[in-house]
């Protein structure tokens, strides 16, 4: 019975769609500002990729309540293979480049959810490029 009043309670594995929608919006609020135009590349990326605006709104619940990235970036790992990731970074820096403003934080932000994912920094460079093409 003591045991169980003590005993941690164990974290619940967040759905990989949900924990992209909170790493989408983790890296939105890094500046401490949610822009509008960082919340329509959000909800832009979540449709194309799974069709779901209902999304938007759990991806804010747990960015709020997950403690720290690598339990949002641990959840993605379990879900998308490694060769799918190139993708998801560059979803990220279409976030961070979305109000055309990038600053460190956001720049520190990237380093680490591109090591947290298991990507290089090389790999997170190519991806904000391609983003950056894209947008001409």
Known sequence: ????????????????????????????????EYAAAEIAVIRDILMRRYGDPGLLAQGEA?????GDTVHLTKAIK??????????????????????E????????????????????DRDSAGARQAVQSEAG
């Open 1 to 32: 019975m003591i045991g169980k009043l003590f005993r941690k309670p164990e974290a619940v594995k967040p759905d990989g769609r949900v924990a992209v929608a909170a790493l989408l919006v983790r890296v939105a609020r890094t500046d401490g």
């Open 62 to 66: 747990l960015e709020q309540s997950a």
């Open 78 to 99: 379990d879900e998308i293979a490694h060769e799918d990731r190139m993708v998801y970074l560059q979803d990220l820096w279409r976030v961070v480049l979305a109000d």
């Open 101 to 120: 403003a990038r600053d460190f934080e956001e720049d520190g932000f990237m380093r680490l959810a591109s090591n947290l994912l298991g990507m290089a």
